[in-house]
């Protein structure tokens, strides 16, 4: 897949090569500072690096300029229907906008907003759902399709290229996965912009989750794709921890641990599931990228876990604990996950210290 054009927003690169980076969104009042600046700063903490905030009043956009002081990542301010609420964004510091073109009043309206992000360096997203579809188009098509999400985003492209602006991410979500995929496989064909990819509306945690590790996923092994949001209903902390998971399962991005553990079989001769949930919850603070193994047997263990930073493989009455680039195991008794715990928190503080230098 071609490379798409570079985009930045803040710090931050869009396309051109760059790392994937994970998006979420406050779900808190924006005009409350206090709350939505704690919520900007855990979701930073658990690995999101651009973060949207919804604007749709004036109380709102003059809250953006100590948002946008007070966050450790970049912000998109979320704008529909008043071009000016984007404008008084901009002048306040927001590092990007989340627009669709067609719904703030007319090319006119186009033209005000595109010479303002001109003139503070503001990139565009043109976010198209598959309920925001032009009627035009939705009569043309029968109803909602994904050539339909891509046309619309492409007017609007053109709306703000007419203006000439050109610093434009596009995405067209929808919350069946099939039309998701067959959108963005369309978009990467016809045009080079960076491309927010994501399931909208995917639901709750677990079948959300899964169904957009299916969509984003699926486009992301394809080469499709800048920028995630993994869109969950309730506390949005969840959506960054899918989306990590969703790029290491992919070694796009490595951060914090990658877990190995076995199903278990009939052979097994630990907890693995017990050992496994500790592995997980005490190790959660880690950052620096550190994969673990917890093999229940000796049939495959002792091989998955070699292949891990430090994994363990089972036996009757105790356990073989293995450290990548050593052919030999030490064999271990007593608290299994006590001992795996340990030594990973040692890998971990010895790559910090490497990464530091």
């Not at 608290?335 to 990973?344: G, Q």
């Amino acid at each position: 897949m071609a490379k798409t054009r570079p985009v930045s927003v803040g710090p931050l690169t869009l396309g051109g090569g760059s790392p994937v980076w994970v998006q979420s969104m406050t779900n808190t009042d924006t005009r409350d500072v206090d709350s939505t600046l704690a919520q900007i700063h855990a979701l930073h903490q658990a690995g999101c690096d651009i973060v949207r905030v919804s604007v749709y009043d004036d109380a709102c956009a003059q809250a953006v300029r100590a948002l946008a002081d007070g966050s450790p990542v970049p912000l998109v301010a979320d704008i529909h229907f008043d071009h000016r609420l984007a404008v008084k964004a901009m002048e306040n510091g927001i590092h990007k906008l989340r627009i669709n073109p067609g719904n703030i009043g007319g090319e006119a309206n186009v033209r005000i907003l595109a010479d303002c992000a001109k003139a503070h360096r503001t990139p565009i997203r043109i976010g198209v759902n598959s309920g925001s579809i032009e009627k035009d188009i939705l009569r043309r098509d029968g109803g909602p399709t994904a050539k339909g999400m891509v046309d619309s985003a492409l007017v609007h492209a053109r709306m703000l290229e007419k203006a000439g602006f050109e610093d434009i991410v596009l995405s067209m979500k929808a919350s069946n996965v099939r039309m998701t995929i067959d959108a963005y496989e369309l978009a990467a064909r016809l045009c080079d912009y960076p491309l927010h990819v994501g399931v909208t509306e995917a639901g709750l945690p677990g079948q959300g989750t899964i169904k957009s590790a299916i969509g984003i996923g699926a486009l992301l092994a394809r080469g499709i794709g800048d920028t995630i949001r993994v869109s969950l209903t309730g506390d949005p902390i969840p959506e960054a921890k899918a989306a990590w998971d969703i790029l290491r399962a992919l070694n796009l991005r490595t951060r914090g641990v990658q877990l190995i553990a076995c199903p278990t079989c009939g052979r097994t001769a630990i907890d693995v599931a017990g050992i496994a949930a500790r592995v997980e919850s005490e190790l959660a603070d880690i950052t620096v990228p550190l994969t673990v193994a917890v093999m229940g047997c000796v049939v495959n263990g002792p091989g998955e876990a070699r292949e891990a930073d430090i994994g363990i493989a089972g036996g009757k009455g105790c356990g073989a604990l293995f450290r990548r680039g050593q052919e030999k195991a030490e064999r271990i008794e007593g608290d299994l996950a006590t001992i795996l715990i340990r030594e990973a928190r040692r890998i971990a503080e010895e790559k910090a210290r490497g990464i530091s230098r």
